[in-house]
C-alpha cells in the first residue's frame, strides 16, 4: 500500500516581526506567536545573533539590509504568504498573542485594519517624549482623515492582499502612519483595541531618545503631507474625500 503524504495545511496569518538586534527578547515574543501562526522574523541588520536565535526557535528569517522600520516591515509584508498578516514589534513590549481577536475582526469582516492602542504597564512602558510625539502624529492623523485613533502603535492586523494594494512607499519610522493614512483614504473600516504595554527588553532604536522621537515624528508629517490617491494636482494633504470607517 503506496503511502500518502498529506502536505502541511497553509498559514492562515503571518506574523511580521521587524528585528534589530533582539537577540534577549525573541525567546519570550516567539513562544508567544498562537499555535499554527508563523512568525516571520526581519533581521534588519543584528549583530547579536537575532538571526540565528529566531532560525533555531522555528521562525522563519528573511533579511532586509537597508536599515528603517518601514523597510523591514515591507520586506516582510513581502515575503508573508498567508491571507491574513499582523505586524507586532520584536522587543517583548507586545505580547503577539493578543492579535487573536484582531485577526478574528479581519477575517470576519468586522474590520479592514485592526490596531492595538497602547496601554503603559509599569514605570519606563512609554518615556514622556514618546508619548507626546504620538499624540501629536493622532491629532494630525485626525484632521488629515478625520479617524478618531488614540494611537499608532505597532500592533497590528490586515488582510495581505489588500496591505500590498496600498502601495506603500514609505521605508523608515512614518511606515505604520503611511498604512493608516492610505488605508483612510480606501475607505477601509480601521478599529482599535487595548492592548497592554510592557518596558521593552533592551535599548529603544527609535522612541528611547528625544532625537529619535523628534526624527520618527518629522518622518510622519511628512506622510501626512502627502496628497491623497486621486485627488487632483494641487490637493493639500489635509483634503479629505468621503470614506468610511468603525470608531
Given at each position: 500500500m503506496n503511502a500518502v503524504t498529506i502536505s502541511p495545511p497553509p498559514h492562515d496569518v503571518d506574523v511580521v516581526l521587524p528585528c534589530l538586534n533582539e537577540a534577549e527578547a525573541l525567546p519570550w515574543v516567539l513562544a508567544r506567536i498562537p499555535a499554527g501562526w508563523r512568525a516571520v522574523v526581519v533581521d534588519n541588520g543584528s549583530s547579536d545573533g537575532s538571526a540565528e536565535v529566531?532560525?533555531?526557535?522555528?521562525?522563519?528569517?528573511?533579511?532586509?539590509?537597508?536599515?528603517?522600520?518601514?523597510?523591514?516591515?515591507?520586506?516582510?509584508?513581502?515575503?508573508?504568504?498567508?491571507?491574513?498578516?499582523?505586524f507586532c514589534d520584536c522587543d517583548a513590549s507586545l505580547d503577539p498573542s493578543l492579535l487573536e481577536p484582531f485577526v478574528r475582526d479581519v477575517q470576519t469582516g468586522v474590520?479592514?485594519?485592526?490596531l492595538g492602542r497602547r496601554r503603559p504597564q509599569g514605570r519606563g512602558a512609554?518615556?514622556?517624549?514618546?508619548?507626546?510625539?504620538?499624540?501629536?502624529?493622532?491629532?494630525?492623523?485626525?484632521?488629515?482623515?478625520?479617524?478618531?485613533?488614540?494611537d499608532l502603535g505597532p500592533l497590528r492586523a490586515a488582510r495581505r492582499e489588500a496591505l500590498l494594494?496600498?502601495?506603500?512607499?514609505d521605508r523608515r519610522s512614518g511606515y505604520?502612519?503611511?498604512?493608516?493614512?492610505?488605508?483612510a483614504d480606501a475607505g477601509w473600516r480601521v478599529t482599535?483595541?487595548?492592548?497592554?504595554y510592557r518596558p521593552r527588553t533592551g535599548a529603544s532604536k527609535v522612541t528611547g531618545t528625544w532625537r529619535g522621537t523628534w526624527q520618527a515624528v518629522r518622518d510622519m508629517s511628512r506622510v501626512l503631507a502627502e496628497r491623497p490617491a486621486g485627488a487632483p494636482a494641487g490637493t493639500p494633504g489635509g483634503a479629505r474625500g468621503g470614506r468610511r470607517a468603525v470608531r
Open positions: 529566531a532560525r533555531a526557535l522555528g521562525a522563519t528569517v528573511v533579511h532586509e539590509p537597508r536599515r528603517g522600520f518601514g523597510a523591514a516591515c515591507h520586506t516582510g509584508l513581502s515575503a508573508a504568504t498567508a491571507g491574513t498578516v499582523c474590520a479592514d485594519l485592526v512609554w518615556p514622556a517624549h514618546a508619548r507626546a510625539g504620538n499624540v501629536a502624529v493622532t491629532r494630525m492623523l485626525r484632521r488629515r482623515t478625520g479617524l478618531r485613533l488614540h494594494s496600498l502601495e506603500l512607499t505604520p502612519l503611511q498604512m493608516v493614512v492610505r488605508a482599535e483595541h487595548d492592548v497592554p
